[in-house]
T-cell receptor, first 115, second 114 residues
Framework: AQTVTQSQPEMSVQEAETVTLSCTYDTSESDYYLFWYKQPPSRQMILVIRQEAYKQQNATENRFSVNFQKAAKSFSLKISDSQLGDAAMYFCAYYSGGGADGLTFGKGTHLIIQP | NAGVTQTPKFQVLKTGQSMTLQCAQDMNHEYMSWYRQDPGMGLRLIHYSVGAGITDQGEVPNGYNVSRSTTEDFPLRLLSAAPSQTSVYFC?????????????FGSGTRLTVV
């Protein structure tokens, strides 16, 4: 079974600084997808960024970018110019069509933005 | 508004009671799934469906039933609620998990079993 590990239960960053959230995963599949979701206090799950495993280029969405290392099974999220609105729980998630057709989530990282 | 609608948003049950959590989407998505979120555990897959009439178990299916009679609806049934089922439940849907924006989530149902 696939597993997703987020080793940082909590991270803190100063406003306007850059922070990197870590995620590793375990899979025997070669074709899969990785996601970062944001969950603010409203508890709504919001997709931040996604990455297809077959693409070598790292995905970027405005201030959010990933460092995808397929051989190392690592998928970190970098948030540049951190803003107060970035404060939330961040979940790394995995999907492949070879298993259950749902997402496998990590346990999450609580991101605190210091003003 | 297009999206995933979950009802109710909050519910308190007594041990042994049954109830159904409703989930509806109006985006004509084939894929739908249910997750539970517990403190420190992330989200865990309960059941999923790849189309009307097709359902399967996820990681934590015990104590829950699902059915998918229409594309739009995917209700989750608790047959005999237990305190261990106290959690926040999310329903999600998508056209295809690996394409486009992936899964869209509902706003969740907070369930307390006393």
């Amino acid at each position: 079974a696939q597993t997703v590990t987020q080793s940082q239960p909590e991270m803190s960053v100063q406003e306007a600084e850059t922070v990197t959230l870590s995620c590793t995963y375990d899979t025997s599949e070669s074709d899969y997808y990785l996601f970062w979701y944001k969950q603010p206090p409203s508890r709504q799950m919001i997709l931040v960024i996604r990455q297809e495993a077959y693409k070598q280029q790292n995905a970027t969405e405005n201030r959010f970018s990933v460092n995808f290392q397929k051989a190392a099974k690592s998928f970190s999220l970098k948030i540049s110019d951190s803003q107060l609105g970035d404060a939330a729980m961040y979940f790394c998630a995995y999907y492949s069509g070879g298993g259950a057709d749902g997402l496998t989530f990590g346990k999450g990282t609580h991101l605190i933005i210091q003003p | 508004n297009a999206g995933v609608t979950q009802t109710p948003k909050f519910q308190v049950l007594k041990t042994g009671q049954s109830m159904t959590l409703q989930c509806a989407q109006d985006m004509n998505h084939e894929y739908m799934s249910w997750y539970r979120q517990d403190p420190g555990m992330g989200l865990r897959l309960i059941h999923y469906s790849v189309g009307a009439g097709i359902t399967d178990q996820g990681e934590v299916p015990n104590g829950y039933n699902v059915s998918r009679s229409t594309t739009e609806d995917f209700p989750l049934r608790l047959l005999s609620a237990a305190p261990s089922q106290t959690s926040v439940y999310f329903c999600a849907s998508c056209y295809s998990p690996g394409q486009g924006k992936g899964y869209t989530f509902g706003s969740g149902t907070r369930l307390t079993v006393v």
